[in-house]
């Protein structure tokens, strides 16, 4: 099974929440991860003709395909472990209406759960699910 990439905005507190969360559950060891604002998360970007300051978003690469926003989440429910995946069912909600609840939650990340001022680093045994590390 090939791996699939997670950018996060490396800064966000919730957004390092979510990656935590997500290395927990991954079980399969399916999930790569890499911050936006890295090199490696800006030459994927690029390659993808996607805004190099799109540090607001969420984005799953999957199968050469580029997820963001309430879908790249979903998707990333899909692969854990648990009961998780069943909150894939909501995909059944138009895109519209889960992206408004998605940038709602985007737009107060900062005030909510606060940022740090740089980004995370993993713990030595963490390191091999990050990019260009």
């Known amino acids: 099974m090939a791996n699939a990439i997670i950018l996060f905005d490396g800064v966000c507190n919730l957004c390092n929440g979510a990656v935590q969360f997500v290395i927990k559950r991954d079980k399969k060891n399916y999930f790569r991860f890499g911050s936006l604002q890295s090199e490696a998360g800006k030459k994927i970007l690029h390659e993808n003709n996607l805004p190099l300051d799109a540090s607001d978003s969420f984005l799953l690469v999957e199968d050469g395909k580029v997820f963001d926003r309430s879908t790249a989440a979903l998707r990333v429910l899909k692969h854990l472990k648990n009961g998780w995946p069943l909150l894939y069912g909501f995909m059944i909600v138009p895109k519209f ?11 107060n990340r900062y005030r909510w759960f606060g940022k740090t001022d740089e980004c995370m680093l993993p713990t030595p045994e963490l390191t091999a699910k990050f990019l260009n590390l």
């Open 97 to 107: 209406l889960r992206d408004a609840v998605y940038n709602f939650i985007a737009r």
